[in-house]
């Protein structure tokens, strides 16, 4: 069980860093991935890193803007992200990917465990 945190209610341009750990145990040397789902649309990648840290990968329409990081002595994954847009706004998940630990891929049905989800809204 993963639990995501950090989510609310920021401005456009605004910024919030969101962060996920396991329950309990730790992330192993999975990689780990973000994924997102707006109302009435369907679950998409947005950012994912290696155990290692040396691969990452994002969206290309938060290129620039997010950033995904790892503390593996803190069991920890983050999601910074910068100069929001109303179109970023939706629930955040954190997903383990058990069976992939550099090269991090970008289809959901490749992670294992999910969290519940955080939520991000991005309005003035």
């Known amino acids: 069980q993963l639990v995501e945190s950090g989510g609310g209610l920021v401005q456009p341009g605004g910024s919030l860093r969101l962060s996920c750990a396991p329950s309990g145990g730790t992330f192993g040397s999975s990689a780990v991935a973000w994924f997102r789902q707006a109302p009435g649309k369907e679950r998409e990648f947005v950012a994912a890193?290696?155990?290692?840290?040396?691969?990452?990968l994002y969206k290309n329409s938060v290129k620039g803007r997010f950033t995904i990081s790892r503390d593996n002595a803190k069991n920890t994954v983050y999601l910074q992200m910068n100069m929001l847009k109303p179109e970023d706004t939706a629930v955040y998940y954190c997903a383990v990917d058990m069976g992939r630990t550099y090269l991090p891929r970008t289809e959901s049905y490749e992670y294992d465990s999910w969290g519940q989800g955080t939520q991000v809204t991005v309005s003035s």
């Open positions: 890193i290696s155990w290692n840290v040396g691969s990452t």
